[in-house]
Structure formats: structure tokens, C-alpha cells
């Protein structure tokens, strides 16, 4: 063909492209402005204008959005309908909008971003959710009170000792339960170690997604220790529906204290050095510092709480504005930050683990002997043993576990402070064996909210920082 | 020429033994990880039980560089179409391994919002029951599944004749 | 399948005097509409919880911010199903100094279900209005993007209302076959 290129010499004409006649599309127009307005506002749902079933790029191969599936279209973000409004400054061609996600190695779970980008730079961030969406507060209101812990505990499930909490603590303000000594005091012991747990994963993933990759490795190490101690005392490494309305599913296992402090020597022992890993290198300090900023203002006004809040300098932390199941008699600080930013989130959590590090050495201590549950024959199942002995026992068992026991009529919010910040439940009984609704407030719901607030013009690779500092758990997200 | 004829003769069906056996040694995952069987998925490959012994050394993002999809977590509706894009996007031969009661059948949410098992959406090779499973289960339905491929009783074209 | 579980839950009894915190008591003051109560729990304060008419919402909202209620924490809806209004929006902020938590629940009707949106007082209420609206149908007026957040988007129903089926397939057993 005589129009080649002629590479050799440097005479090179962009090549013109005609129009394919058979789809009936016209050439897209030169002007830029006129180009812009072709690319405006569409709302799904409402009548096609034109220009969707045109071509989109110059020379580009015609990817036609099948018209019966505008939600597939969406899905793979060819369609972005939302009505932001285009920037005059930079041509709408020099704007590229991709999807971080659903499947991506860095997302956390299933959490889709759709993002804006100019170059290597983030203009607008949309997250997109529900990718998790399990039912489980439809599910909540075909189980029965003591099934509960079984369906909340998988929500959050990198902390499900406080998800049981919240669920067992909301139940227990309905049916004015209070908790014995030693329930309470094992269910600190067992939130906190799963706070640690918790925080060394997060550690690991942060590491994982800056590209530390050992720190990955090094964090799972730890966790195994704490996962070897919650199946010797429930029975799962994971999920383990332990924390029941009436207490705690079983008593402490014999030799416990022998693991607790070996839990106390080793986790500090390696939290060390992994702070001598992070802290003084420079690729780290330079991925983490000063990157994805959240004011104090905008986090109360997203409900952001936790790390997160408390690296931006808010002072909230619900175990000390609204302390649940005795932890106000141990003796713990909260660690603030002051910038709001990744590094600070990193230099909270590490001392969070430490403070907890702190509470499970008194309750340690200071464990009191007694029950592991409320002694109410109608909500608590009775010992194996006794079934054998007496009708009662008998009865109250095949009660509680057929029908199951009956809740007061009411509604009531509990929350707990989950490692990922304010982890909620809205109750409401209608005097049967079965909540009538169960709302969970997750609180990666609220930081996948606040994630544009936290992105604004940052480029990619801190979008990945930042989006690894807030911690979210998509099952919190999505339920 | 034939279609997919069966191999036939000494030659090819050792061929095809050496290739099955080959497969299974370097076998790598795609990241598919979706809930809390994914935390596992992960600690399985961390050090304390370790997949990279077994030639899983490296989990793929990309599914054009995986052969095998452990669905790690419950699917729901909205996913769907993605685990299937996902799947076809990875190229031949390729396995599925269904992790946990909600990949296989929907575990213990039974209702609007979960495809009932992963299977309804994608051919699954084999079902690792748990809830989650923990490392060494996840382990257990690996090794079966190469042992399935290694013995032929999971088939996959060799040899195109 | 309808209601489970007996009869539709009471609202909680309201005591017939003010209520005893300052920054409820400066609420009560300045909205009569607003009936505030308590709801009592066990080894911890009491819930104090208003309930504000619909259309007061906003000014409601805005003068518990301007108090100092300025951490958004939570907006659910619960259908009530048989009683009037089917739906209650309960809305959750908290003041951090001195640290007091409020619930509102607003009353939505069945026939007219929408409400107007809040997002201008606090912006995280954004994703709540519209899993509320996703779940349940309730509008938002003034929202600025009220599409389904969780489910997909081409979704019919809201599927936590009360007639709406949990969705379940028969499961099959072993035994299921031998018992011809």
C-alpha cells in the first residue's frame, strides 16, 4: 500500500480512519468541547441518547454495550452513571476511567473502585459494593436468639469475638441479663486477643500491598499462635460462635495461663521487630507519610471511627466513652495520632497492640474463679451431664434449642469497639424466640464511604496505601 | 484429521501420565478470595502450612496466568458474573476448587442473596467442606486433586489429534 | 411467609417528664413535636432516643449538630409491617464532648415511603439512605445519588421488608429419599 509509514525516515502520517458504514455510526467530531458534550450525563434506566451506541474512541475496536444488559455494562465500568460534571481544563480524552476490583489482589475482599484517572493521578473515586452481599440480616430473622452468634460472627470475620459480643450484649439488654465475673472476664480475654490478632493481619496485608512482602509472612506467624489458642478454647481457628447471649460457650481450657504468657513473651518479642523492619525504612516512610490525610472534621462526618479516627486525633474509643463487659477495671491507654495519616494509622494500631498486650496480662491476673454463664435456666442450656438427671433439665434444653428462648419486646443499639472502629447492632425483639430485625452498623461501611475523602488527586500507588491503612473487611461492608 | 480422539499406544499414555504430573506439581492459584475461607486460603500459604511446597509457590492476580481457582467465600448474586469472567479468562486446563460450605452449596445462608454453590456458575473440580476449612482441609483437597489428575480421573486434553 | 416470631414489638414507654440531659433538654425546647424516651440497659446508662415527625427531620438534625451530636454513626430503616407507620427510620449520632449518644427514629408510612435525606447535615448518612433505600424503598428526597448499593442494579423488590421471602432453596438430606 502506498500510504505505509516509512518508519526509516521518520515521515509518518497518522493514518485516517474511516467510519465502518455498516453499524451506522458517524465519525466522532473533532472539536474537543463538541466531544465533551457527547460524553455527558446518561442515568441508567432512562432512554438511550445517541452517542451509546456510537463508536467511543478514535480507531479503536467498536465495543458495543449490548443493549439487554445495561447492568453488565455498568459492571465492567464502561458506563459511569453518576452525574459528575467534566473538567474543562483537561479534554475528556486525556481522562481514563478503570476498575480496581472486584477481583484484585490488593482490594481487601471484594470492594470495586471505579476511579477517574488523569495519568497516574486519581480525579474521583467511586466505590462500589454489595459484591459480599450475603443476607445475613434477612438470615437473622430465621435463626433463633442462640443461633445468632453463628450468622453474626461471620460479618466481620477477622474479629468475630466482638461481632458475638455486640449480637450477645444486645440480647442481654433485653432480657436484663447481667453477666458473672468470669464470663465477662473471658470475654475481654477473648476480644483482645482477637484485636491482636486482628492487627497483626492487618499489618501483614499493609506490608503485603506496599510491596513489604516478608512482613506478610511475619504476620501470619503470629496470628498462628493466637489461632492455636482460640481452637484449643472454642473449637475453630475462625468464626467460632463462643460468645453466646448467657456467656461464653465453655470455660476456659486446663493450662491456659501457660499459653497466655507464652502469647505475652513471643507477640511483643516480634512486634518489635517488625517495628525495626518499618520504622526507620525510607521506602515505607516515604509510601506512608503524609499520604491519604483525614481531617477530624470529615471523619466524625463520615462516621469514620476506630484507627482511623484516632490516628486523625479524634479521642473516641467506646471502651472508654461506653465501656461494655467490665473492661473498665483494667487499665489501658488509647493511643492518639495527630496527622491523620497512613503512618499514623500504623503507629496507632502497633500500640493497640500493645495496650491489648497490656489488658490480657491483668485479666491474666486477676481472672475471678466462678461461672462462665448467667445461672437462667431459661436461657442457658444446661450441663450434658444434668440432662440425664432431671425432666427439667431435659425440657429447658429441648426448649432452648428447638424453639428457643423468648427476648422481651424492645429495641436497643449496642456497640463495641471492634478493631476496625464502632461495630453496632440495632436489636429489635418482638417477644419471640427470633429478632424481628437485626441491623449491624459495620464500621468498614463508614471508611469505604470516607475512601474519596482520603483519595483526593492521590496517585495509585498511595491509593493502595491508603486503602490497605483503613482496614476494611468487606463482609463488614456488605453484610 | 480426527476429532479429539483418545491418545492411544505406549508413548502416548505415558505421555500423557508425564504431562498430567507435571501439571499438578506447578499448579498455581488465581486470587479469588472473597470471605472469610480467604483468610485461610491466605494462611494456608503462609509459612506455618505452607502450599508452596507443592509447587503453589506464587498466587496469580491475573487469571490468564493461573490454572487453578480456589473460590475461597460465599458468591453472591452480584458476583456471579464476575467468578464466571474470571474463569473464562483463564486459559486451558484449568481446575476449580470449591473452599468452604458456602462456595459448595451455599453454607448456612440459605436465602436470596448467595448463589447456592459456586458449581451452579462455574464446573467445579473438587469440594473442600468446612467453615471455614482450615489450612490442612484446604491442603487435603488440593493434594486429592492432583492425585485425581496425576491417576486420569480428572481429564483434561493432552494431546489435540 | 409473613411475620415471625408474635406480635409487633411495642415502642418503648416513654416516661412523661422531660428528659434529664442538658443537650436533650435544649432539643426538647426548641421542637414540641419531639417525644424523647429511655430505654433502659443493663450495667450501662440508659438509650435515649427521640422520635421526630418526618417533615422535622432536617431542622431536628441540623440543631443536634449545631449542639455538638457532630459523629454520624448509623442510619437503619425497620419495617414494622402491620403497625402505622410500617417503617421507622432510626438514625444514630454521637456527641463526643461530653460523650452522649442519641437514636432517632423517625415513623415512615407504607403508602408514602420516602423521607427527606440528611446527607446535607452529615454526608456519611450517603451510603446509609441508600442501603435503606435498597433494602427496604425507602426514597430520600435530596439525595444526591439514590441508586442499590448492595444488591445489583437491575434487582426487582426490597428484600428485608417483611413480605418480601427470605429466598431459601429446599435443601435435600440423606435420609430424605428413604422415608418412602
Redesign the interface.
Known amino acids: 500500500m502506498s500510504d505505509t509509514p516509512n518508519f526509516a525516515t521518520g515521515d509518518v502520517e497518522a493514518p485516517t480512519i474511516e467510519a465502518p458504514d455498516a453499524v451506522g455510526a458517524e465519525a466522532p467530531p473533532e472539536d474537543a468541547a463538541e466531544r465533551r458534550e457527547l460524553h455527558d450525563i446518561w442515568v441508567a434506566g432512562t432512554e438511550e441518547p445517541e452517542w451509546v451506541s456510537q463508536a467511543t474512541d478514535e480507531g479503536a475496536q467498536e465495543l458495543l454495550p449490548d443493549a439487554e444488559e445495561p447492568a453488565l455494562a455498568v459492571q465492567r465500568g464502561t458506563l459511569v452513571d453518576d452525574d459528575y460534571v467534566a473538567d474543562d481544563t483537561v479534554a475528556a480524552d486525556e481522562r481514563q476511567i478503570i476498575n480496581l476490583g472486584p477481583q484484585h489482589p490488593s482490594t481487601h475482599g471484594v470492594l470495586r473502585l471505579q476511579l477517574e484517572l488523569e495519568g497516574e493521578t486519581i480525579r474521583r473515586v467511586k466505590p462500589i459494593i454489595g459484591y459480599l452481599h450475603t443476607g445475613m440480616e434477612k438470615t437473622a430473622e430465621t435463626l433463633t436468639f442462640l443461633q445468632g452468634p453463628t450468622n453474626v460472627t461471620r460479618m466481620d470475620y477477622l474479629s468475630p469475638f466482638h461481632n458475638e459480643l455486640c449480637f450477645s450484649l444486645a440480647v442481654e439488654h433485653l432480657l436484663e441479663l447481667p453477666m458473672p465475673p468470669r464470663a465477662k472476664a473471658i470475654r475481654v480475654l477473648m476480644t483482645e486477643l482477637n484485636r491482636i490478632a486482628s492487627h497483626l493481619l492487618w499489618l501483614a496485608t499493609q506490608g503485603m500491598d506496599i510491596g513489604a512482602l516478608s512482613m506478610m509472612l511475619y504476620g501470619w506467624r503470629e496470628r498462628e499462635r493466637l489461632l492455636e489458642f482460640f481452637e484449643k478454647t472454642t473449637g475453630l481457628r475462625m468464626n467460632h460462635n463462643y460468645i453466646r447471649p448467657g456467656g461464653v460457650a465453655a470455660d476456659l481450657p486446663d493450662g491456659w495461663e501457660e499459653d497466655i504468657e507464652d502469647i505475652l513473651k513471643g507477640v511483643p518479642a516480634s512486634v518489635a521487630e517488625y517495628e525495626e523492619l518499618l520504622n526507620e525504612n525510607p521506602i515505607f516512610l516515604d509510601r506512608t507519610q503524609g499520604v491519604g490525610i483525614i481531617t477530624p472534621e470529615e471523619a466524625m462526618a463520615y462516621g469514620v471511627s476506630g484507627p482511623i479516627a484516632r490516628a486523625a486525633g479524634i479521642q473516641l474509643d467506646l471502651r472508654r466513652v461506653a465501656p461494655y463487659s467490665g473492661i473498665e477495671q483494667y487499665d489501658f491507654e488509647i493511643p492518639v495520632g495527630k496527622h491523620g495519616d497512613v503512618y499514623d494509622r500504623y503507629t496507632v494500631r502497633v500500640a493497640e497492640i500493645r495496650e491489648s498486650l497490656k489488658i490480657v496480662s491483668q485479666v491474666l491476673e486477676t481472672m475471678p474463679a466462678g461461672d462462665y454463664r448467667a445461672e437462667d435456666r431459661k436461657v442457658t442450656p444446661p450441663p450434658r451431664k444434668r440432662i440425664d438427671e432431671s425432666m427439667e433439665a431435659l425440657i429447658h434444653h429441648f426448649k432452648i434449642f428447638t424453639e428457643g428462648f423468648k427476648v422481651p419486646a424492645g429495641a436497643i443499639w449496642q456497640s463495641v469497639e471492634s478493631p476496625r472502629g464502632e461495630l453496632g447492632m440495632y436489636l429489635v425483639s418482638a417477644g419471640g424466640p427470633r429478632p424481628w430485625r437485626l441491623h449491624v452498623r459495620g464500621p468498614s461501611f463508614a471508611a469505604v464511604q470516607a475512601l474519596p475523602v482520603m483519595l483526593t488527586d492521590s496517585l495509585i500507588a498511595d491509593m493502595i496505601s491508603t486503602l490497605a491503612s483503613s482496614d476494611p473487611v468487606l463482609g463488614d461492608v456488605d453484610r | 484429521m480426527a476429532g479429539a480422539a483418545e491418545p492411544s499406544g505406549f508413548l502416548l499414555t505415558s505421555l500423557e501420565k508425564g504431562v498430567n504430573w507435571a501439571r499438578t506439581q506447578s499448579m498455581w492459584p488465581a486470587t479469588f478470595g472473597l470471605a472469610c475461607c480467604a483468610i485461610e486460603m491466605m494462611a494456608a500459604g503462609a509459612a506455618h502450612n505452607d502450599l508452596a511446597r507443592f509447587g503453589m509457590e506464587v498466587f496469580r492476580a491475573s487469571p490468564r496466568q493461573a490454572d487453578l481457582m480456589i473460590v475461597a467465600g460465599r458468591v453472591s448474586q452480584k458476583m456471579a458474573p464476575v467468578l464466571r469472567q474470571v474463569y473464562d479468562q483463564m486459559a486451558e486446563p484449568k481446575w476449580v476448587i470449591s473452599m468452604g460450605a458456602c462456595a459448595s452449596t451455599g453454607g448456612m445462608f440459605n436465602n436470596y442473596a448467595l448463589v447456592q454453590g459456586v458449581d451452579e456458575v462455574v464446573p467445579v473440580d473438587m469440594y473442600v467442606p468446612g467453615c471455614p476449612p482450615g489450612p490442612q482441609s484446604l491442603m487435603h483437597g488440593i493434594l486429592s486433586l492432583q492425585a485425581q489428575i496425576t491417576s486420569g480421573e480428572i481429564k483434561r486434553p493432552v494431546v489435540q489429534l | 411467609m409473613t ?8 415502642e ?1 414507654q416513654a416516661p412523661p417528664e422531660l428528659p434529664n440531659h442538658p443537650l436533650l433538654s435544649e432539643l426538647a425546647a426548641s421542637f414540641e413535636e419531639v417525644s424523647f424516651s429511655q ?7 440508659p ?1 435515649d432516643t427521640a422520635l421526630v415527625p418526618r417533615e422535622q427531620i432536617v431542622a431536628f438534625m441540623e440543631a443536634a449538630f449545631d449542639l455538638g451530636y ?5 442510619l ?1 430503616a ?2 414494622y409491617f402491620r403497625r402505622d407507620p410500617r417503617f421507622e427510620v ?1 438514625v ?1 449520632v ?1 456527641a ?1 464532648d461530653p ?1 452522649h ?1 442519641l ?1 432517632v427514629r423517625v415513623g415512615v408510612p407504607a403508602d408514602d415511603p420516602t423521607m427527606p435525606s440528611i446527607t446535607g447535615v ?3 448518612a ?3 439512605e441508600r442501603e435503606a433505600f435498597d ?1 427496604f424503598g425507602i426514597q430520600f428526597a435530596g439525595h444526591p ?1 439514590l ?9 426487582e423488590g426490597h ?2 421488608r417483611k413480605d ?6 429446599p ?1 435435600q438430606f440423606k435420609g430424605a429419599h428413604r422415608a418412602e
Open positions: 411475620a415471625k416470631g408474635g406480635e409487633v414489638p411495642p418503648a430505654v433502659p440497659r443493663v450495667e450501662a446508662g438509650q457532630r459523629m454520624f454513626v448509623d437503619c425497620v419495617d432510626v444514630n454521637l463526643l460523650p449518644r437514636i452529615y454526608p456519611g450517603n451510603f446509609y433494602l445519588d441508586t442499590r448499593i448492595l444488591l445489583p442494579d437491575d434487582w428484600p428485608l418480601y421471602e427470605v429466598g431459601s432453596v435443601v
